[in-house]
Structure formats: structure tokens, C-alpha cells
């Protein structure tokens, strides 16, 4: 009786909270509108309020970013008069290419993003008929723009994101913005040696001389992805490029609808059908083994070159897992039941999973729809992920949180370790270790929920299914050399 107590309260806080974040994030775009177009064959977004006529300002991501993941920047920007453009590269969010493979050289994937970059820049000045242009963009992308802005007329201000570039020089760019967050060491040290090189000056002061002006913002508290919601970064970059608006402060609300939306799937699975309950879980030391055994096979068959759809490393990625999931099957031997249940907490993973929290997260914080290259990937991957999601439930379910962590810690490893032996292919993928965490922290928890009110097979299924979504939508994508 206390629990379902609990759960009502739980359901009924969560719904509260779901809704007042949605109301605060559309607030943020009220009265901008968001044309989504193609500019030079690029997905873009172009944000702007009726009647403006600012400058034109271009924003541009990071790696593993897209444009949902500028769009406190974007809005910001916009509510401040300027015309924003944000656009995805290839590899990324909804853009149908890949990146180059070659990233060593600054002729290959760096010179193919400053193309693309430049391109963009001259086609949304066709569009707007703005010819002022300022830049912004944050991790890989500040590097990009510092080198397009050399070869673009008009620019009137670069604002770099947790920057890093050798192409600075105390000439270049003119007027240069770096914010970085506070838990960036290592990137703020390059931000106060790219304002010294014109002047030295006290921290959050201009630096000038002459036409040349630089500053370095610490965003507090923040990291390198958060420094893109942090109130001190949106501040900074609008008060560079003038005037100050109200702020799109976004980033809390992401937090709280996504945490909000996970909340709430665990009383809704008392919707789900009762199924028998599975037997004791496996004894630990045969768990161990069975995480861990296999897990040498999937570093080594990892760092095989298996084409998959036009995209590197994926091939590998996908027997890695497959091998590492028999294996564990082949040592636990659980016993695989579907029935109504299981149908029922599968379609639970999937519909709240994906449609619910992957949408919400879709819309409002990072690209998360497997679009264009990335479906075809998504299907590719099913039979190894399904076996992980097997293989994982069967491992943990029944168990502690520590001997979950432990659990899955093997195969963790393994990918770790082939995408460091083999850099120049696996190694392309290595943003695929934190989305299988952030995927056990939110799918692996729905499924557990669902798998409490019967059998684990169901669940683990559903879970598989997630898992393929998530490595398919938000991996960058690499063409094979």
C-alpha cells in the first residue's frame, strides 16, 4: 500500500514538473520563428524575430553536437535582434553526409569543414540579403571558424566556445570572444593565452589595440557541454555581438523535463501485465565470468574493418557486441520466454524510451532521430544489439547497483580498449562510450521497471531496440577511407 502511495506521488510530481518544463522551453522560442531550410546542401535551422535587423550571426557545433544543441545560443541571439543560422555538419544531427576520415591532417576533415562553413556563409547571405556576419561555435567547431573567418569578408566578431586553434595570431581574428567553462583547465589556460597575446589584462577584460579586441569569459560551475547553457556564456556571446536580451536560459528545463520523463516511466509500469517471475538470477561469480570472458573477443573482432552502410567503424562495433553478448548467453544459458508480458514491457522500452524521452531530448537538447544514413545504420545494428540487451538483462537483473556496475564494466572496457589500439577506425566512434552510459542510466532503468513486473525477456528486447536508436542517432559518421 505505502509503494503504491509512493508511486502515485511520484507520477503526479513528474507529470507537474514534465509539463512546467515544456512551458518554459516553448516560452523560450515564443515570438522567434524557426525556418528549418537546406543552405548549399546543408540542414539549417535560420531563427529570427519579425522585424529584425541585426547582423547575420552563424552558429556552429561541436563534435557530437548538432543544432539542437546550440539552440539556448541560437535563441538568445535571436531575442537580441540578430539574424541566426545554425546548421548541422556532416556526420552530424540531420546532415545526410560524413565526415572525412582523415582528421590528421588540416587538408582533410578540417579543410572540408571550413568549405562547408564559408559555403553556408555566403548562401545565408543570399538569403537574408545580410552581408555582416559574425560566428560562433563551440569545441571542434571554434578551430573551424577562427580558419573561415580568414577567408570571409565582412566578419564582424568570432565568438569560440571551450576554443582550441593554432591558427590565432595576435592579428586574428580581430575581434575574438573565448568563453570556456570553469571546469575546463586546460581549455581557459588557451583562452587567457589568446587574449595575452594581445595585451595582458585583468580576467573578463577587453583586450586592445587598435582594430584588434579579445576577451576570455569563465562560465562558473560548468564543464564542457554544459558552458553551452550556462547564463554567463549566453550573456557573454550577446553582449560581444550587442545588445543583451532576456536569456534563453533552456538548459535547466532540459534537465528537469528529461529527468521528469524518466521518473515517470517507473509508477506508469504498473500499467504493464503481470508475467510469471524469472528464477533466481545467475550465482555472482558465474556473472562475472560471463561478463568478462567474452569481453577480449569484442575488443579484438571491435577493431575489425567491416564495412556497414558507408560508415566507419560501425562493422566492427557491431560483431563486438554480438560476440560479447553470445558469449554471455553461451556461460549464463538463461532460458527465453516470450509471452504477452514480455510483448507489453517491450513496447513499454520502446514507446517511452524512444518516443517519449528520445523525442523530448530530440526536440529540445541534442539530435536523437536515427534521420537519413542513420536509419539504415539503426537496422544494421539490431541483431548485435538485441543479443547485448539479452545478455545484459540476464546479467543484472536481481542485483545491486554496485554488481550492475560491475557487470557491465567489462564490456565497457573492451570497447575502450579498440578504439584505442585502433584509432584511425574505432577510435572514430569513441562518443559511443558515454551514450552507453547515459543509455544504461535511462533505458537500462526504464527496462528494469518493466522487467519487474514479469520476465526479464520482454524488457531485455525492448532494450536492445533502444540501444541500436541511440548508437545510430547520436554517433558522428565517418565515410570509410
Excluded at 40 to 65: C, E, N
Excluded at 132 to 157: E, K, N, Y
Excluded at 159 to 177: F, K, V
Excluded at 278 to 292: E, F, K, S, V, Y
Amino acid at each position: 500500500m505505502i509503494r503504491r502511495h509512493i508511486k502515485a506521488v511520484t507520477a503526479a510530481l513528474a507529470a507537474v514538473l514534465a509539463l512546467l518544463s515544456i512551458w518554459q522551453l516553448e516560452q523560450a522560442r515564443a515570438g522567434i520563428d524557426r525556418d528549418a531550410v537546406r543552405l548549399d546542401g546543408t540542414p539549417a535551422t535560420i531563427y529570427r524575430a519579425p522585424g529584425s535587423g541585426g547582423q547575420l550571426v552563424l552558429v556552429s557545433h561541436g563534435f557530437a553536437g548538432s543544432r539542437q544543441m546550440m539552440e539556448a545560443i541560437s535563441l538568445t541571439l535571436a531575442r537580441a535582434g540578430h539574424v541566426v543560422v545554425a546548421f548541422d555538419y556532416p556526420g552530424h544531427g540531420r546532415h545526410p553526409g560524413r565526415l572525412s576520415p582523415d582528421i590528421t591532417r588540416l587538408t582533410g576533415t578540417t579543410a572540408d569543414l571550413v568549405r562547408q562553413t564559408r559555403a553556408i556563409a555566403e548562401a545565408a547571405r543570399a538569403r537574408t540579403g545580410i552581408a555582416p556576419v559574425a560566428l560562433v561555435g563551440h569545441s571542434m567547431a571554434t578551430d573551424v571558424i577562427v580558419r573561415a573567418a580568414a577567408d570571409l569578408d565582412g566578419v564582424t566578431g568570432v565568438a569560440a566556445i571551450s576554443m582550441y586553434s593554432d591558427r590565432l595570431s595576435p592579428t586574428h581574428p580581430q575581434r575574438l570572444l573565448v568563453v570556456s567553462g570553469a571546469r575546463e583547465t586546460r581549455l581557459r589556460e588557451v583562452a587567457r593565452t589568446a587574449v595575452a597575446q594581445v595585451e595582458p589584462v585583468a580576467p573578463g577584460d577587453v583586450a586592445r589595440d587598435g582594430a584588434v579586441e579579445r576577451r576570455a569569459v569563465v562560465a562558473p560551475r560548468v564543464g564542457h557541454v554544459g558552458v553551452l547553457w550556462s547564463p554567463a556564456t549566453l550573456r557573454a556571446v550577446a553582449d560581444w555581438f550587442g545588445p543583451v536580451p532576456d536569456l534563453a536560459r533552456t538548459g535547466p528545463w532540459i534537465a528537469v523535463l528529461l529527468a521528469a520523463i524518466l521518473a515517470l516511466a517507473w509508477p506508469l509500469t504498473a500499467m504493464l501485465p503481470r508475467g510469471a517471475r524469472d528464477g533466481a538470477p545467475a550465482p555472482l561469480r558465474r556473472a562475472a565470468m560471463a561478463a568478462a570472458l567474452p569481453a577480449p573477443v569484442a575488443a579484438l573482432a571491435a577493431m575489425s574493418a567491416l564495412p556497414v552502410g558507408g560508415s566507419a567503424g560501425f562493422g566492427g562495433l557491431a560483431l563486438g557486441l554480438f560476440l560479447w553478448g553470445t558469449g554471455a548467453l553461451a556461460i549464463l544459458r538463461p532460458r527465453l520466454r516470450l509471452g504477452w508480458p514480455d510483448v507489453a514491457a517491450a513496447g513499454f522500452v520502446i514507446l517511452w524510451g524512444l518516443g517519449v524521452f528520445g523525442l523530448a531530448l530530440d526536440r529540445y537538447g541534442a539530435a536523437f532521430v536515427p534521420a537519413g544514413p542513420r536509419l539504415p545504420l539503426m537496422v544494421a545494428l539490431l541483431p548485435a544489439t538485441l543479443v547485448v540487451g539479452l545478455a545484459d538483462r540476464a546479467l543484472v537483473e536481481g542485483r545491486g547497483i554496485p554488481a550492475r556496475l560491475l557487470l557491465r564494466l567489462p564490456l565497457l572496457l573492451a570497447l575502450g580498449a579498440a578504439m584505442a589500439l585502433r584509432p584511425t577506425s574505432v577510435g572514430l566512434l569513441f562518443t559511443i562510450l558515454p551514450v552507453l552510459v547515459l543509455f544504461v542510466l535511462v533505458h537500462g532503468s526504464i527496462a528494469r521497471w518493466a522487467g519487474m513486473r514479469g520476465r526479464r525477456d520482454g524488457a531485455a528486447l525492448g532494450q536492445g531496440v533502444a540501444l541500436a536508436w541511440a548508437i545510430a542517432a547520436s554517433t558522428p559518421l565517418f565515410a570509410t577511407a
